[in-house]
């Protein structure tokens, strides 16, 4: 089946350091990987997305590599900020079903 | 632009009743997907309309049903509500297989 792990928070750091949230999946076939975020009484948006293999995803600094070899999707940032404080899932969509299987999420909170 | 919406924002019932949750797609898209999201995980596939049909379904009994209207906005039922129905629940509408744009969501507490 579909799934995905997510390194367990929370994850507290201090403005401007780097970040890594690890993200790995089990999926038959080809699936698309994304990053959504959750901010304090929000909906979930959209951060960055791959599509294939060594594709990467990038936005607001943000940025993960698809692995294919390590079935992985590590969310990186270089230098992050109080306002980057949020909930970080995850995802995946099996062959482009437009049914995402989620991770269970990895709260981040940066410090001034 | 609009971008999705759901009605309503929160919501109390209790154990047994009936519940109706509403989504106004993002304008221009044709697809309506929803997920339920339990406190402290994420977000888990319910089902997806399409063209007035129901496409795709999860891991969920049939007493969650839907809806969806020939305006593309839609409605997720659930009956006899239990306990374990407590979660956010979340509309996430698309267009031609693209990207997936959430809503807000819509807080269900049962007592």
């Known amino acids: 089946g579909n799934s995905v792990t997510q390194m367990e928070g929370p994850v507290t750091l201090s403005e401007e350091a780097f970040l890594t949230i690890n993200c790995t999946y089990t999926?038959?076939?080809?699936?698309?990987l994304f990053w959504y975020v959750q901010y304090p009484g929000e909906g979930l948006q959209l951060l960055l997305k791959?599509?294939?293999?060594?594709d990467k995803g990038s936005n607001k600094g943000f940025e993960a590599t698809y692995r294919k070899e390590t079935t992985s999707f590590h969310l990186e940032k270089g230098s992050v900020q109080v306002s980057d404080s949020a909930v970080y899932f995850c995802?995946?969509?099996?062959?482009?079903?437009?049914?995402?299987?989620f991770g269970q999420g990895t709260r981040l909170t940066i410090n001034p | 632009d609009a971008g999705v919406t759901q009605s309503p924002t929160h919501l109390i019932k209790t154990r047994g009743q009936q519940v109706t949750l509403r989504c106004s797609p993002k304008?221009?898209?044709?697809?309506v997907s929803w997920y339920q999201q339990a406190l402290g995980q994420g977000p888990q596939f319910i089902f997806q309309y399409y063209e007035e049909e129901e496409r795709q379904r999860g891991n969920f009994p049939d007493r969650f049903s839907g809806h969806q209207f020939p305006n593309y906005s839609s409605e997720l039922n659930v009956n006899a509500l239990l306990l374990g129905d407590s979660a956010l629940y979340l509309c996430a509408s698309s267009w031609a297989a693209a990207d997936e744009f959430f809503g807000p969501g819509t807080r269900l507490t049962v007592l």
């Open positions: 999926a038959t076939g080809y699936p698309s």
């Open positions: 995802a995946l969509d099996p062959e482009g079903a437009q049914k995402l299987v």
């Open positions: 791959a599509t294939k293999a060594d």
């Open positions: 304008s221009g898209h044709d697809t």
